[in-house]
């Protein structure tokens, strides 16, 4: 339930998490006096606060501090910003970089990079999980020994690369064949639909009299194997938020262990990729705040996420840092970047 604040509450609030944002220490009611343009005194400021506390917008970190804000606080604050934004301010500079990439997964990390240079925080771009993608093309290269190397390449400009281990080496002029087979059999079907095909194929047992086309299915789909169905995560920038963590007022609330794991959850990007697939269940703009993380692992920090479209499918872009984050810088950044992406996605599918 939201809180039902006057307006002298409301920009006593709003004043008291802009400060504490830019300084990261608790704000006194001496301050507000001085600052808020209502031309009220300390005592009056200091009821106002103590009602804030009341509903648990704001607390005291210590008897005779000042005030800092809650989630609930946050939540408000944010909620504020979101309700008065305006459109979506177009970032041409940006853009331009990106139209530069040449597959989708350079654009996804400069994205990640994009995100974490403007932010200051860690960045993230998740690619959209391949269901709809096409095989265009599939190649065999023989590498040293009974490994093979095995390039996907996709509709979209996704190209992926995977070493194989094979049963026994293969010479160069098989391995042009079997890829010649699995082209003319299986191109044009989705990745999913492609492994899920040669399987079915592998399982026919007219297969086995045939060697070459049973080679050719079983590098097919070990390479497909963990490429038809997982979205791929980029992201760059943990050392901006060590710095801002580390280096700030309030580096006592974010411990080397908290730190510990939220590194460890980037490093097992399987484990931030499910997280991140619960929370993105609609189109647009979500910030997810402290305690409002279903992992406890994150309830260190705030979320800004925005999805972005191909035509087809969604991804999402977004930061994660401190609670005390920029909040506006960090929506309309995110905001901006998503819609970027999209412009660039979309463009791409017309001119191919």
Not at 68 to 79: E, F, Q
């Amino acid at each position: 339930m939201t809180p039902d604040l006057t307006e002298r509450q409301r920009r006593i609030l709003a004043r008291l998490i802009g400060e504490f944002i830019e300084q990261g220490e608790p704000v006194s009611s001496a301050w507000h006096a001085a600052h808020s343009a209502l031309g009220v005194s300390s005592a009056t400021v200091r009821n106002i606060l103590a009602r804030l506390e009341e509903q648990g917008l704001v607390r005291q970190p210590h008897t005779s501090a000042g005030r800092v804000p809650t989630d609930s606080g946050y939540r408000l604050y944010v909620d504020w910003l979101l309700g008065s934004r305006k459109a979506t301010r177009r970032m041409a500079d940006v853009e331009a970089r990106l139209r530069k990439s040449g597959t989708v997964g350079e654009l996804m990390e400069s994205v990640s990079h994009e995100l974490s240079r403007a932010s200051h925080t860690i960045a993230f771009a998740m690619a959209p999980a391949h269901h709809s993608v096409c095989l265009q093309h599939l190649d065999f290269a023989k590498l040293d020994g009974t490994r093979v190397l095995v390039t996907v390449v996709a509709t979209g400009g996704q190209v992926v690369h995977k070493v194989i281990e094979t049963r026994e080496p293969c010479d160069a002029t098989s391995l042009s064949q079997a890829a010649n087979y699995i082209n003319s059999e299986f191109t044009g079907l989705t990745l999913h639909e492609a492994r899920t095909a040669i399987v079915e194929r592998l399982r026919q047992e007219r297969v086995l009299y045939d060697a070459l086309v049973s080679r050719a299915l079983e590098l097919a789909r070990n390479g497909l194997e963990g490429v038809a169905s997982e979205e791929t995560l980029y992201v760059q920038g943990t050392s901006f938020l060590l710095d801002e963590l580390l280096g700030g007022p309030d580096h006592e609330q974010h411990t080397l262990a908290t730190l510990r794991e939220l590194f460890r959850m980037i490093e097992e990007k399987h484990r931030l990729v499910e997280l991140l697939t619960d929370y993105i269940e609609e189109n647009g703009l979500m910030v997810v705040i402290g305690s409002e993380h279903s992992s406890p692992d994150l309830r260190p920090f705030s979320l800004v996420a925005s999805t972005f479209q191909d035509g087809n499918r969604t991804g999402t872009v977004g930061v994660i840092g401190p609670t005390r984050m920029r909040y506006g810088r960090a929506i309309d950044i995110v905001d901006g970047v998503s819609a970027a992406i999209t412009r660039v996605l979309e463009g791409n599918k017309n001119d191919g």
